[in-house]
């Protein structure tokens, strides 16, 4: 199927049993609190599967996947995933590599709650972000690129963990540095290696 921008290709709460496998786009997965406040838990693309939670668990959805712009995705019965499954074992495997690496991504953030500072968390995140799904400059030598998904600061300050205009003034700081540029719901990273280096990312993205 193919959705347009802004279109919620699942709806939280709902008890639908299928998922979906992402074919070429970029979604937002989000999650609304009986408050009122929204909060940006993923971003998924293409060859990713979104909705496999509720579908396995048999329970309703828990967040909102959203298409950032134009997106195609396949629709898949959980039924007919999980006799697929049984019967290619690679393919679960797969599927517990990709559960056991959204699950070390939570648990990582948990510990950078405590671990550092509202800046360097915003510049980590920006940092997976860029190592994700960035679209690098060709005429830079991969120092520069697009940040490649279309964010509110509300929407990054969530991934962070931050409150909006905490993240506000980090974004402000990381611009003075020279490490981002900031347009509208667009965020380009000047130098990759240097906002790296100051988000204190020195490993492969384990993700």
């Known amino acids: ?16 049993r299928h998922v979906l496998l ?12 009986e408050s009122g406040y929204d909060m940006l838990l993923a ?9 496999e939670m509720a579908a396995f668990e048999e329970r309703p959805r828990s967040g909102t996947v959203v298409a950032c712009g134009d997106v195609t995705a396949r629709i898949i019965q959980v039924r007919a995933l999980e006799t697929f499954l049984s019967r290619h074992p690679d393919a679960m495997r797969a599927i517990l ?4 690496a959204r699950l070390r991504w939570a648990n990582l953030r948990r510990i950078e709650f ?11 995140v920006l940092a997976e972000l860029c190592k994700a799904y960035a679209q690098p400059d060709p005429d830079s030598d991969g120092k520069r690129c697009d940040l490649g998904v279309t964010l509110t600061q509300k929407e990054l300050a969530s991934l962070a963990g931050l409150k909006l205009n905490t993240a506000e003034k980090n974004l402000a700081a990381l611009t003075a540095q020279g490490l981002v540029e900031r347009s509208y719901r667009n965020i380009t990273i000047c130098d990759v290696p240097k906002l790296l280096e100051f988000a204190k990312v020195v490993a492969d993205n384990p993700y």
């Open 1 to 16: 199927m193919t959705y347009p921008p802004h279109r919620a290709l699942l709806q939280q709460g709902d008890e639908s």
């Open 22 to 33: 992402i074919t070429s786009g970029v979604v937002k997965v989000v999650a609304s609190a």
């Open 43 to 51: 971003v998924r693309i293409a060859g990713d599967l979104v909705g």
């Open 97 to 100: 590599h990709m559960l056991c």
């Open 114 to 124: 405590q671990a550092y500072d509202s800046l360097t968390r915003l510049a980590r």
